[in-house]
């Protein structure tokens, strides 16, 4: 594990409750700055809920996100950027304009709007971006027009332009056939490397969750009350560092890997029991 | 082929689309014929002529007490009317509608009030705004405001609230602020919805125009057609409210193709 004077981010026994439904519990760990996280588990197991928790639209019930030391916002901010599975990117402006809002939010006035040559130096860029993930043909088109695939990487771009610190993605790829999909996680490792984000993904897909990570999380539910299914909440089980020169081959990083932790009783080792 | 299943062709939609049309042109004809040949003089089923005539007096004729073309006035009086109200609700509808629609903190001031101001019988308020500001025009085209801008802003409103949650907390992550999430975000995605919203309400307008103008007016539309009355002169009542529901056509079929020409977006194929 990091040591805590390198992480960028301390996640101190979290607990997440929506009412009496626990769904996050004792979450205690560390990431780095730079790395590649993606998150695994079953569905309605939290994953999703502790993005909102990262992105600032939750606040935890108990214990705290900390970023560089302090809180983590309580709304979403432009240090964080963000990339749903669908409604990421605004319908009613066209691909370039869609890119270029994403910095004109922050140098444009109070209606967001640029002007003159500010303005042309922020489609530039745009464009230039545009152009890297492969939609400089589309610069004018709808995202309706857009295939699935073309849409998910406008979103990323949009996401990336103003260069966030962390990037959460939540299962970005999930919609997109198999062949785009491959497209798609080169170039959000290219964009990773390429931008020094600190990169959290949920994933239904475990093959593209060893294959993009650097360490991989999976959440799941050590307690349970078979009287009360929502009396405890899931929490980080496994905790794997992925080698990156044998991300290639990584469905074996499960078996093989010296250095994964294999907790017999998941939570003794990665997650701190406090209660 | 199943009856559910049977598409007509073009030319079959057309000729079944305007059938009905000939159909009460007939009966209107007919019966129009067969009472005119036992009373020339009858005035309930006027003879096409005779409207003819009428709306050539009415339209191209200057008025002998007035000299005004009175076809042409009350048009411009009545549009003026509507246009001004319609104008007003749109404005008043649209900043009240998002603003309650996308700040959670307005919608708790205004919801409650708004649903109580859309259940109050909007006619039964003539009288007041009569007292209050008047047989002028300003009551007229209070009416218009008041009986179509609730309706509006709670149009709106819900349309707002319809707009994924992503795109706000997307807006955010891009670095917007409040005023930027509503202005770049929300209103150009609410402004189609807008137009479809004004388009709703103009039936409305229409309906609160007309009662304001049977009751206190000089001229319109709606004033003609409640003067006229007296005489039964139905040789200008029926063309008038032909000529209404010409104008509230026009309107709608134009809204909704600016609606498509602006937004593209909002209309895929």
Same mark, same amino acid.
């Given at each position: 594990?990091?040591?805590?004077?390198? %992480?960028?981010?301390?996640?101190?026994?979290?607990?997440?409750?929506?009412?009496?439904?626990?769904?996050?519990?004792?979450?205690?760990?560390?990431?780095?700055?730079?790395?590649?996280?993606?998150?695994?588990?079953?569905?309605?197991?939290?994953?999703?809920?502790?993005?909102?928790?990262?992105?600032?639209?939750?606040?935890?019930?108990?214990?705290?996100?900390?970023?560089?030391?302090?809180?983590?916002?309580?709304?979403?901010?432009?240090?964080?950027?963000?990339?749903?599975?669908?409604?990421?990117?605004?319908?009613?402006?066209?691909?370039?304009?869609?890119?270029?809002?994403?910095?004109?939010? &922050?140098?444009?006035?109070?209606?967001?709007?640029?002007?003159?040559?500010?303005?042309?130096?922020?489609?530039?860029?745009?464009?230039?971006?545009?152009?890297?993930?492969?939609?400089?043909?589309?610069?004018?088109?709808?995202?309706?027009?857009?295939?699935?695939?073309?849409?998910?990487?406008?979103?990323?771009?949009?996401?990336?332009?103003?260069?966030?610190?962390?990037?959460?993605?939540?299962?970005?790829?999930?919609?997109?056939?198999?062949?785009?999909?491959?497209?798609?996680?080169?170039?959000?490792?290219?964009?990773?490397?390429?931008?020094?984000?600190?990169?959290?993904?949920?994933?239904?897909?475990?093959?593209?969750?060893?294959?993009?990570?650097?360490?991989?999380?999976?959440?799941?539910?050590?307690?349970?009350?078979?009287?009360?299914?929502? %009396?405890?909440?899931?929490?980080?089980?496994?905790?794997?560092?992925?080698?990156?020169?044998?991300?290639?081959?990584?469905?074996?990083?499960?078996?093989?890997?010296?250095?994964?932790?294999?907790?017999?009783?998941?939570?003794?080792?990665?997650?701190?029991?406090?209660? | 082929?199943?009856?559910?299943?049977?598409?007509?062709?073009?030319?079959?939609?057309?000729?079944?689309?305007?059938?009905?049309?000939?159909?009460?042109?007939?009966?209107?004809?007919?019966?129009?014929?067969?009472?005119?040949?036992?009373?020339?003089?009858?005035?309930?089923?006027?003879?096409?002529?005779?409207?003819?005539?009428?709306?050539?007096?009415?339209?191209?004729?200057?008025?002998?007490?007035?000299?005004?073309?009175?076809?042409?006035?009350?048009?411009?009086?009545?549009?003026?009317?509507?246009?001004?109200?319609? %104008?007003?609700?749109?404005?008043?509808?649209?900043?009240?509608?998002?603003?309650?629609?996308?700040?959670?903190?307005?919608?708790?001031?205004?919801?409650?009030?708004?649903?109580?101001?859309?259940?109050?019988?909007?006619?039964?308020?003539?009288?007041?705004?009569?007292?209050?500001?008047?047989?002028?025009?300003?009551?007229?085209?209070?009416?218009?405001?008041?009986?179509?801008?609730?309706?509006? %802003? &709670?149009?709106?409103?819900?349309?707002? &609230?319809?707009?994924?949650?992503?795109?706000?907390?997307?807006?955010?992550?891009?670095?917007?602020?409040?005023?930027?999430?509503?202005?770049?975000?929300?209103?150009?995605?609410?402004?189609?919805?807008?137009?479809?919203?004004?388009?709703?309400?103009?039936?409305?307008?229409?309906?609160?125009?007309?009662?304001?103008?049977?009751?206190?007016?000089?001229?319109?539309?709606?004033?003609?057609?409640?003067?006229?009355?007296?005489?039964?002169?139905?040789?200008?009542?029926?063309?008038?409210?032909?000529?209404?529901?010409?104008?509230?056509?026009?309107?709608?079929?134009?809204?909704?193709?600016? /609606?498509?020409?602006?937004?593209?977006?909002? /209309?895929?194929?």
């Amino acid at each position: 594990m990091n040591a805590p004077d390198t %992480a960028m981010i301390a996640i101190d026994n979290l607990w997440m409750a929506f009412g009496e439904r626990q769904v996050l519990e004792r979450l205690q760990t560390t990431v780095a700055e730079r790395e590649f996280v993606t998150l695994v588990g079953a569905s309605g197991c939290g994953k999703s809920t502790f993005l909102k928790l990262l992105l600032g639209t939750e606040r935890p019930t108990r214990g705290a996100i900390r970023l560089d030391g302090r809180p983590i916002p309580a709304e979403p901010g432009p240090d964080r950027g963000i990339v749903f599975q669908a409604y990421s990117v605004f319908p009613h402006l066209s691909v370039l304009q869609n890119v270029a809002a994403a910095r004109e939010f &922050r140098l444009g006035g109070p209606s967001g709007h640029l002007f003159g040559r500010a303005r042309r130096e922020v489609l530039d860029a745009a464009t230039e971006l545009l152009q890297r993930v492969g939609l400089g043909d589309a610069l004018q088109r709808y995202p309706h027009e857009l295939s699935g695939g073309m849409r998910q990487r406008l979103a990323i771009a949009q996401a990336v332009l103003d260069q966030p610190r962390i990037l959460l993605l939540d299962e970005p790829f999930g919609a997109l056939d198999p062949g785009i999909r491959a497209d798609m996680h080169a170039l959000m490792l290219d964009l990773w490397r390429e931008r020094a984000l600190t990169v959290f993904m949920v994933t239904h897909d475990l093959t593209e969750a060893f294959s993009l990570g650097t360490r991989l999380w999976v959440f799941d539910r050590v307690r349970h009350d078979p009287h009360q299914p929502d %009396a405890y909440g899931a929490t980080i089980t496994y905790d794997l560092p992925i080698d990156a020169s044998r991300r290639s081959s990584g469905a074996q990083a499960t078996s093989g890997d010296p250095v994964a932790r294999h907790p017999a009783r998941p939570p003794s080792t990665t997650t701190g029991v406090t209660s | 082929m199943r009856f559910i299943n049977r598409r007509p062709t073009r030319a079959w939609r057309v000729l079944l689309g305007v059938l009905p049309f000939l159909l009460l042109a007939g009966i209107y004809l007919a019966a129009s014929k067969t009472r005119l040949e036992i009373n020339p003089n009858d005035k309930l089923l006027p003879a096409p002529a005779t409207m003819a005539t009428s709306m050539q007096r009415m339209a191209f004729e200057p008025n002998r007490r007035s000299g005004d073309y009175l076809l042409l006035t009350d048009t411009i009086g009545s549009l003026r009317r509507l246009g001004t109200g319609v %104008a007003v609700a749109t404005v008043l509808g649209l900043v009240v509608g998002l603003a309650s629609g996308g700040l959670p903190t307005v919608a708790a001031g205004l919801a409650p009030l708004l649903t109580v101001l859309s259940l109050v019988p909007t006619l039964a308020l003539l009288p007041i705004l009569f007292i209050v500001f008047g047989l002028g025009e300003l009551s007229k085209v209070a009416l218009i405001v008041i009986g179509t801008a609730p309706f509006i %802003a &709670r149009e709106i409103q819900q349309r707002t &609230r319809e707009i994924p949650i992503e795109q706000i907390v997307k807006a955010q992550t891009l670095g917007a602020n409040t005023l930027q999430t509503l202005c770049r975000v929300l209103l150009p995605q609410i402004l189609p919805r807008l137009i479809d919203a004004v388009r709703l309400s103009l039936g409305a307008a229409w309906l609160f125009l007309i009662a304001a103008e049977a009751i206190a007016s000089t001229d319109g539309l709606g004033y003609r057609v409640f003067l006229v009355r007296r005489y039964l002169a139905m040789d200008v009542i029926l063309p008038y409210v032909a000529w209404i529901t010409v104008l509230a056509y026009l309107f709608d079929s134009g809204l909704r193709a600016l /609606n498509r020409r602006l937004f593209p977006w909002a /209309n895929p194929a």
